[in-house]
């Protein structure tokens, strides 16, 4: 998308997750500015992939943007940084491109430039000033997926491989506690009308479309559009979408209408209990839970359900998320660690009642506790990893008979499972066992790998 906001220049995408090197780019390329995104735990990598484009061409403008960066600018108060993107980035970036081309460096003057925060000449950080800058989704140009159609083939989500995301919508209406995605788009939720989804929908190569809104059945009325106008036009494709389960239960018909144009997987977040629920300030029940589970299941959709594990937790509170998954046949889950991400609500709580144990963000990947748990730390771990621990190939079989899975997918999945059960990967990088296995803090890299 930022991409594609630069229509009048020539940009590059690297991804180096996927083996593009930095340093022959950077060379054979010569770029005039490198922006780089992201989460909390790539802080550090970020910020190391700036230092080392200065040290290649230090007369390159740098750039820092995205979650972290907007919630924790000052994290990117660094030498190697010369200006922070606050918030949502097109429309910014491309006025601090047109700045930049204003005059030499050195003489620059990006005060006009909102949502920036940029370094002076003698290494302060200035900081402009905050303006609603309206990015009218109908109106976004098409993302440029050819500068990284090279890669498109490793891309996959979930069991799904190549895939292909799609962001219909922005922001969230609901105030989860542990969300920075809320916090990030200052409260206010917008979504693409119909026709601008199918406009970028019609361009995708691969078989399998993922929406990656939030909640994408938040309007029902505009989902109902799609849903009509994609079988209008006789679109063949394979759907998986992130929604919540009381959007599911207020429309089930249109939830049969998406399976019967491809809808085969949807992400839910469920979390097991209704005190869970009530602490993040998730506004849900287990009961609608319990009642999206069935409707999705009557309809064969796969469900990837999704849990927060609290660091308080017992071994009966790990013992009932277990059966709470078993007796409900839901076979694709993701367990995260219940994590204060920097720039939450549940961040701000744990710095005021000083909880915290580290702020090495490589920590805050939500596979470690960063707070206190109540159990010994390794038998966290052991009760963690073991949830992940599947025994029955049933209903993968069954999977695989109706086609919904294929052999490949299926060997994916158990690559990532057998990962995720060994109980001492996450104690690589643990805030506690990790200094006893020589674990330094800072480090960047990832502590579970799935080749």
């Known amino acids: 998308m930022l991409a594609a906001y630069l229509?009048?220049?020539?940009?590059?995408?690297?991804?180096?997750?996927?083996?593009?090197?930095?340093?022959?780019?950077?060379?054979?390329?010569?770029?005039?500015?490198?922006?780089v995104t992201a989460l909390t735990p790539e802080v550090y990598a970020a910020r190391d992939v700036l230092r080392d484009v200065k040290a290649i061409s230090p007369h390159v403008f740098t750039v820092a943007g995205g979650h972290h960066a907007s919630l924790?600018?000052?994290?990117?108060?660094?030498?190697?940084?010369?200006?922070?993107?606050?918030?949502?980035?097109?429309?910014?970036?491309?006025?601090l491109v047109a700045a930049l081309g204003k005059g030499p460096a050195g003489q620059r003057?990006?005060?006009?430039?909102?949502?920036?925060?940029?370094?002076q000449p003698d290494g302060a950080f200035r900081q402009n000033p905050q303006q609603a800058v309206p990015i009218i989704l109908d109106h976004l140009p098409l993302p440029r997926r050819d500068l990284v159609a090279q890669h498109r083939?490793?891309?996959?989500?979930l069991f799904d491989q190549p895939d292909t995301s799609m962001a219909t919508g922005r922001g969230c209406p609901y105030r989860c506690s542990f969300c920075s995605v809320w916090e990030f788009y200052d409260g206010r939720t917008r979504m693409m009308c119909p026709q601008r989804v199918m406009e970028e929908l019609r361009t995708v190569s691969t078989d399998h479309i993922t929406f990656v809104?939030?909640?994408?059945?938040?309007?029902?009325?505009?989902?109902?559009?799609?849903?009509?106008?994609?079988?209008?036009?006789?679109?063949?494709?394979?759907?998986?979408?992130?929604?919540?389960?009381?959007?599911?239960?207020?429309?089930?018909?249109?939830?049969?209408?998406?399976?019967?144009?491809?809808?085969?997987?949807?992400?839910?977040?469920l979390e097991g209990t209704d005190e869970t629920l009530k602490a993040?300030?998730?506004?849900?029940?287990?009961?609608?839970?319990?009642?999206a589970i069935r409707i999705?299941?009557?309809?064969?959709?796969?469900?990837?359900?999704?849990?927060?594990?609290?660091?308080?937790?017992?071994?009966?509170?790990?013992?009932?998320?277990?059966?709470?998954?078993?007796?409900?046949?839901?076979?694709?889950?993701?367990?995260?660690?219940?994590?204060?991400?920097?720039?939450?609500?549940?961040?701000?709580?744990?710095?005021?009642?000083?909880?915290?144990?580290?702020?090495?963000?490589?920590?805050?990947?939500?596979?470690?506790?960063?707070?206190a748990t109540r159990?010994?730390?390794?038998?966290?771990?052991?009760?963690?990893?073991?949830?992940?621990?599947?025994?029955?190939?049933?209903?993968?079989?069954?999977?695989?008979?109706?086609?919904?899975?294929?052999?490949?997918?299926?060997k994916r999945g158990k690559a990532m499972l057998d990962a995720m059960s060994k109980w001492e990967n996450y104690t690589v990088n643990d805030p506690i066992l990790g200094r006893l296995t020589g674990t330094e803090a800072g480090m960047s890299q990832p502590v579970l790998r799935v080749e």
């Not at 038998?379 to 621990?389: E, G, P, S």
Request: charged content about 25%; some cysteine; hydrophobic content about 40%.
């Open 296 to 371: 999705l299941q009557d309809h064969g959709v796969v469900i990837w359900g999704a849990f927060l594990v609290d660091p308080q937790w017992q071994a009966d509170d790990f013992k009932r998320l277990h059966d709470y998954v078993s007796a409900r046949g839901i076979t694709h889950t993701q367990y995260t660690v219940l994590t204060p991400l920097p720039g939450t609500e549940l961040y701000r709580q744990a710095l005021a009642d000083n909880r915290l144990l580290t702020h090495d963000y490589t920590c805050y990947d939500a596979l470690h506790a960063v707070t």
């Open 375 to 410: 159990l010994p730390r390794e038998q966290f771990y052991r009760h963690l990893a073991d949830l992940y621990r599947q025994t029955d190939p049933t209903p993968y079989i069954e999977m695989l008979h109706r086609g919904v899975l294929s052999i490949a997918d299926v």
């Open 153 to 157: 083939p490793k891309y996959f989500f």
């Open 7 to 35: 229509p009048d220049h020539e940009v590059r995408i690297l991804d180096m997750r996927c083996g593009d090197e930095l340093a022959p780019a950077v060379r054979a390329f010569a770029p005039d500015l490198v922006g």
């Open 72 to 95: 924790m600018p000052r994290d990117f108060h660094h030498p190697d940084v010369d200006a922070i993107v606050i918030g949502e980035g097109e429309t910014v970036l491309a006025l």
């Open 109 to 119: 003057d990006l005060s006009s430039v909102p949502n920036l925060i940029w370094r």
């Open 280 to 291: 993040v300030n998730k506004s849900n029940s287990a009961q609608t839970n319990d009642m």
């Open 213 to 269: 809104d939030d909640n994408f059945l938040l309007n029902a009325k505009r989902e109902d559009q799609i849903a009509d106008m994609i079988r209008a036009e006789g679109i063949n494709k394979r759907f998986s979408m992130e929604c919540r389960t009381d959007s599911i239960v207020r429309n089930p018909d249109l939830v049969k209408k998406w399976v019967d144009i491809g809808l085969y997987a949807a992400l839910l977040g």
